[in-house]
């Protein structure tokens, strides 16, 4: 980690009930930009919390052992789960910043699918259409099979392009500003 680039090479999957390594999201490795921002928290994380080198078998329970240090880890088995972190970790979170009620009286919460640990993806790509970022780089780092999809999936984000529209067609046809003959002089 270079604090520019990060590279996505696994993923820990569940397979009849048992965690397993597998290829990213399509089976497709991919390098994602790592903002500072980004990078400062995961080391302070790392600082604050040591990875912890986990073995589980490669794309399926019966696979053959790979080894790979996780940066987010919890004090039993290593391995955050999703179900458990989901109930002890996301929801509590949501509902402390008011996206989903409070907790039951049986301490359950409200099913939250729109909220779920998947819409982190949703915002991510969400911030990046926002800024202009390309449908080709967002499906790249999705690790999307293609634009294609990115497309039919995140249209509805995309930003409105008829100010950018007129500016760009302006730019062409309107004559440039005209720049001063010289030097300006006090008076």
Known sequence: ??????RVVR?????????????????KERDVPLPPSVAEA???????????EITLPWRNPDGP??????LFTNT?????????????????????????????EDGKYASAREHG??????????????????????SEYLGHSGPGLTLRVYAHLMPSSQERTRKAVDRVLLPAPREPDGPETAQ
Do not use: T
């Not at 993923?11 to 089976?27: D, E, S, Y």
């Not at 995961?42 to 912890?52: E, I, Q, S, T």
């Not at 640990?117 to 967002?138: C, N, P």
């Open 1 to 6: 980690m270079d604090g520019s680039i990060i």
């Open 11 to 27: 993923q820990v999957k569940l397979i009849r009930g048992r965690a397993v390594f597998a290829p990213p999201k399509c089976n």
């Open 42 to 52: 995961l080391r302070a994380h790392m600082d604050a919390f040591k990875p912890v």
């Open 65 to 70: 052992k790979v080894s790979a240090r996780l």
């Open 76 to 104: 039993a088995s290593g391995l955050v789960w999703r179900s458990n972190f989901n109930i002890q970790e996301w929801k509590p979170a949501l509902a402390a910043a008011g996206l989903i009620p409070e907790a039951g």
């Open 117 to 138: 640990m998947h819409a982190l993806r949703h915002f991510y790509a969400s911030v990046l259409l926002d800024a202009g970022e390309s449908i080709k780089a967002v």
